[in-house]
């Protein structure tokens, strides 16, 4: 049986229909399929060894830094921003170029809220006031938010898609509604019960896009409390795992799954979100791979350098490691070389091929370098402009 009892749609004073949702988890026998289970079991080996891999790396909060950018560009770009992960890169630079895009501060939000949530789920309980707290630090002061009241469940009735709830694609549970949801799928959460972990993973995101219990942020919300469940699960050592990418690649049917689990079609959405794990942690397994082998390769070529031009070097590239496109300002700042002996040292990273100018032409201003063959393990689909 595929199909179960996740709520029905009932007619509300204003004459418009709301999802009411059903008690929480479905009702029914959700025994797995047998492809289901076979799915799920891949997907726990790929993230054992995606965590084996990742305790090989060197410096693993500077490249987990990617990751969640990475993560953070996906998952705005599927609410519609246009910023991409470069712009963010180089966001951060000491002088970024005035040019870039106005909503990149919608990405850099959605970081903030992640590193916060990374920090504060060490020694604080998965909880609606955890989920509160990721919810304001991804709102407050972002752009368009007049009445998204950060931090804060909703208290009127919102919709998605359409002009009002009697034209929208989905109208989600009215307050009172709303409430009774949240406590269920809080229970949710700690229950001790026999849902496998990256079930319920599935079930947790599926169940609060439904409930929508924000006045905007709930799809980028949603997105976060995934990685923030499994590294609560304890299914990875680092929360690394972010599955956003592959919801923004195959976005039109991410979002059908999901309208389609609202009419009980459970096992379908499961599916495709195991589909998701797989994907993202084998590609999460390539890219920490091709880290270690880069690295390799370009300490080698640095340690050939003489004693003193290899130590600062050496510390650029692990600055590049969490900043991979950088100017003149960056060097200064990370080697404490005067401006001449920068370029220097930038002259002896493209020589050796690790550092490429991100602008055409001779003596630009403003010039940028870019660690092109680091950034493309990150960006495998995506042209860097």
């Known amino acids: 049986m595929n199909s179960f009892v996740i709520g029905r749609n009932v007619t509300q004073q204003g004459g418009f229909k709301a999802f009411i949702p059903a008690i929480f988890p479905p009702a029914g026998d959700l025994k797995l399929p047998k492809n289901i289970a076979v799915s799920h079991t891949e997907a726990i080996r790929l993230l054992g060894k995606l965590d084996g891999i990742t305790a090989l790396l060197p410096d693993k909060d500077w490249f987990l830094k990617m990751f969640i950018q990475k993560d953070a560009s996906s998952s705005s770009q599927i609410e519609g921003t246009n910023a991409t992960m470069m712009d963010v890169i180089e966001k951060q630079n000491v002088e970024p170029r005035i040019t870039l895009p106005e909503d990149v501060d919608d990405i850099i939000h959605y970081i903030d809220a992640l590193n916060y949530g990374i920090e504060r789920s060490r020694d604080f309980p998965f909880s609606l006031r955890f989920i509160r707290e990721l919810h304001e630090k991804l709102m407050t002061k972002a752009r368009g938010t007049q009445f998204s009241y950060p931090g804060e469940f909703r208290n009127s009735q919102n919709w998605i898609g359409g002009t009002m709830p009697s034209n929208a694609r989905f109208v989600p549970p009215p307050v009172h509604e709303m409430n009774q949801a949240l406590d269920d799928l809080e229970r949710f959460i700690h229950a001790d019960d026999d849902y496998l972990p990256l079930i319920k993973a599935a079930l947790l995101h599926s169940q609060f896009e439904t409930i929508h219990p924000f006045t905007d942020g709930n799809g980028r919300t949603g997105r976060m409390l995934i990685t923030m469940f499994l590294w609560y699960k304890k299914l990875l050592e680092m929360p690394i795992l972010y599955l956003s990418s592959f919801f923004k690649k195959h976005q039109q049917l991410y979002y059908e799954k999901l ?127």
């Open 259 to 385: 309208e389609r689990y609202h009419r009980g079609e459970v096992f379908e959405w499961i599916v495709f979100f195991l589909e998701g794990v797989i994907y993202t942690a084998n590609s999460a397994i390539t890219t920490c791979a091709g880290i270690t082998k880069l690295r390799e390769r370009d300490m080698r070529k640095i340690q050939s350098l003489g004693k003193t031009a290899s130590e600062s070097t050496l510390t650029i590239l692990q600055n590049l490691y969490r900043m991979p496109v950088a100017g003149i300002a960056d060097i200064v700042k990370w080697t404490g070389f005067s401006n001449k002996g920068g370029y220097n040292a930038i002259n002896r990273l493209v020589n050796m091929d690790i550092l490429s100018p991100l602008l055409q032409g001779d003596n630009v201003y403003g010039q940028k370098w870019i660690y092109t063959d680091y950034i493309n393990l990150f960006i495998k689909d995506d042209p860097i402009t």
